[in-house]
Each structure stands twice: as C-alpha cells, then as structure tokens.
T-cell receptor, first 114, second 114 residues
Framework: GAGVSQTPSNKVTEKGKYVELRCDPI?????LYWYRQSLGQGPEFLIY????????DSGLPNDRFFAVRPEGSVSTLKIQRTERGDSAVYLC????????????FGEGSRLTVL | GNSVTQMEGPVTLSEEAFLTINCTYT??????LFWYVQYPGEGLQLLLK?????DKGSNKGFEATYRKETTSFHLEKGSVQVSDSAVYFC?????????????FGQGTELSVKP
C-alpha cells in the first residue's frame, strides 16, 4: 500500500522485556516522527528524523527509549526494560519534510505491558 | 510551554445538526493550527489547517478560523452526517518548528446518530 505501515499492530509483553516497533514510511518522505498516545489522550511527540538523523528527540521520556532510521527510510522504536506505564499506542507519521507539511499517520502499534 | 485544550467529549448529535468543537491554545508567536481526524479503525489524517491569523481552513464541509485575539481554532460544520463519527484532534506547530512536531489536544469523540 501507499500509506505508512506499522508492525506489529498489537504487542503484548511482560514487564522488563525488550520491544521493537517498526515503521515503514511513505516512499519519498524524508521526515519521520514517532508519537505515543495513551488512552483518552492526544498523541504526544517522541522523536523526529530528517533523513537518517534524529533532528529532535526531546520527547523521549527516558534512556530506555531509543529510535533509529539507519537508511533514511524504515525506522525502529526500541524500548528496553519495559514498564507497565509504557502501555500505549505508538504512532508513526511521515511527511515530505518541509516546514508545516502535512503528517501522514500509520494506524499505530498497540503495546501492552503486563 | 505550548498547549492545546479541547472541549471534552463525547459529543452526540443527530444527523444534520450543527457541530462546534471548541479548541483554544497557548503558544508564543504565531503557530500553525490543525485539525486531525481519526475514523474508527484508521490512522489520524489531516482535516484542515491554518497557518496565520484570520486564515480559515476548510475541508469536507468543516471549517475553522484562526483567531489570534481569542487564541482559538474552533471546528464547525453546518450539517453533520453519520459518516462524520470519529475522534477529532486540534493541534499546533510552533513558529520555530522546522518539522512536524505537533502538540495535540486530548481529542473529542463525535457520535452522529441517524
């Protein structure tokens, strides 16, 4: 498909485990974003990539969270030593990369930490 | 810091009723303002936007006017349809933002009954 693709759509894990969430942006989009959405809340910014580099990672809550985009396309959000409070829907979005461009969102990866 | 406040939901309307969803913001300078919509089972998608004071964004019969004097960006539609049932998010992007770092409100769920 032509949209932003996120896998897995659902992930259940145990407290303390390591988790990887994948995002495949729209082809040709240079900018990629990760957001986190807790139940009943709006999306909360985590990190923004322009190409391969993280242009703004100010939203990552702590050093257990890390994201990469090694070839400037697919990105992986990595969460170490998961905690119950990490349970949320993790959203990925991409854009053409200019100022105030429209963001195109994936359907999200729902993470549940037991 | 920058923030967005939306009216709480859920909002339940009958088909063809008039819709207003209030949104106010706090930001320095001249942010861009957005409404995103999330239909059931789908990712967030841009509904409309306005990038400067007094601009009116419009799409699919929805409108919102950027009011700097009242720091508001209320969403309106003259006659809602069942297919408009969704969660609506107001968001801002501050003027210094080079990318897509959006600050979202908590979302307002709209349910339209036949």
């Amino acid at each position: 498909g032509a949209g932003v693709s996120q896998t897995p759509s659902n992930k259940v894990t145990e407290k303390g485990k390591y988790v990887e969430l994948r995002c495949d942006p729209i082809s040709g989009h240079t900018a990629l974003y990760w957001y986190r959405q807790s139940l009943g809340q709006g999306p909360e910014f985590l990190i923004y990539f322009q190409g391969t580099g993280a242009a703004d990672d100010s939203g990552l809550p702590n050093d257990r969270f890390f994201a990469v985009r090694p070839e400037g396309s697919v990105s992986t959000l990595k969460i170490q030593r998961t905690e119950r409070g990490d349970s949320a829907v993790y959203l990925c979005a991409s854009s053409l990369g200019g100022r105030r461009e429209e963001l195109f969102f994936g359907e999200g990866s729902r993470l549940t930490v037991l | 810091g920058n923030s967005v406040t939306q009216m709480e939901g859920p909002v339940t309307l009958s088909e063809e009723a008039f819709l207003t969803i209030n949104c106010t913001y706090t930001a320095t300078g001249y942010p861009s303002l957005f409404w995103y919509v999330q239909y059931p089972g789908e990712g967030l998608q841009l509904l409309l936007k306005a990038t400067k004071a007094d601009d009116k964004g419009s799409n699919k019969g929805f409108e919102a006017t950027y009011r700097k004097e009242t720091t508001s960006f209320h969403l309106e539609k003259g006659s809602v349809q069942v297919s408009d049932s969704a969660v609506y998010f107001c968001a801002l992007s501050d003027q210094d933002n080079q990318g897509g770092k959006l600050i979202f409100g908590q979302g307002t769920e709209l349910s339209v009954k036949p």
